[in-house]
T-cell receptor
């Protein structure tokens, strides 16, 4: 199956800092999504972004499908940004494959 | 509009027992799926359904059964629980896997 690798595995930020999370995938994909899992376990969809760039407030994402990677940018981080960020891809086979996630800790 | 609901929130089973994890959605989504989340491994797809009466296996289907008799409900059955099935289970729904996925709150299952 398709391999999804996320880096770094852990990230510690001071409040107000910017950061970049990366997702590499091993094959062409039909769909790529970013999710945030908050410290209480709830999973929220951040972006549906199989290609191109999208922005939502302090978060933005870019997917370069031809080079098989996606980046998630967090600007001016806040403590509420803490949690685990997952990248997930789908190859038009109805199966969403998740990476292992990046654990982000934002300190006040 | 309750979104995706899962019951129970917590469950402890003894090895060999069976149980059903419930999942329901009220958004008229055709696509529903079950995942398990284990530390350091992200979420892994167990089973999915593209509509009532249609189910298929995901990445880790062994030891689990599903059925989809209505659009709203997608229960996950553990046939004979094993300690390796200790995990957090999430149900999700969407119009299709290419659309935004809505996740339930999860069920934390411990098998002793």
């Amino acid at each position: 199956g398709i391999q999804v690798e996320q880096s770094p595995p852990d990230l510690i930020l001071q409040e107000g800092a910017n950061s970049t999370l990366r997702c590499n995938f091993s094959d062409s994909v039909n769909n790529l999504q970013w999710f945030h899992q908050n410290p209480w376990g709830q999973l929220i969809n951040l972006f549906y972004i199989p290609s191109g760039t999208k922005q939502n407030g302090r978060l933005s994402a870019t997917t370069v499908a031809t080079e098989r990677y996606s980046l998630l940018y967090i600007s001016s981080s806040q403590t509420t940004d803490s949690g685990v960020y997952f990248c997930a891809v789908e190859r038009n086979d109805y199966k969403l494959s998740f990476g292992a996630g990046t654990t982000v800790t934002v300190r006040a | 509009n309750a979104g995706v609901t899962q019951t129970p929130k917590f469950q402890v089973l003894k090895t060999g027992q069976s149980m059903t994890l419930q999942c329901a959605q009220d958004m008229n989504h055709e696509y529903m799926s079950w995942y398990r989340q284990d530390p350091g491994m992200g979420l892994r797809l167990i089973h999915y359904s593209v509509g009532a009466g249609i189910t298929d296996q995901g990445e880790v289907p062994n030891g689990y059964n599903v059925s989809r008799s209505t659009t709203e409900d997608f229960p996950l059955r553990l046939l004979s629980a094993a300690p390796s099935q200790t995990s957090v289970y999430f149900c999700a729904s969407s119009y299709s896997p290419s659309y935004e996925q809505y996740f339930g709150p999860g069920t934390r299952l411990t098998v002793t």
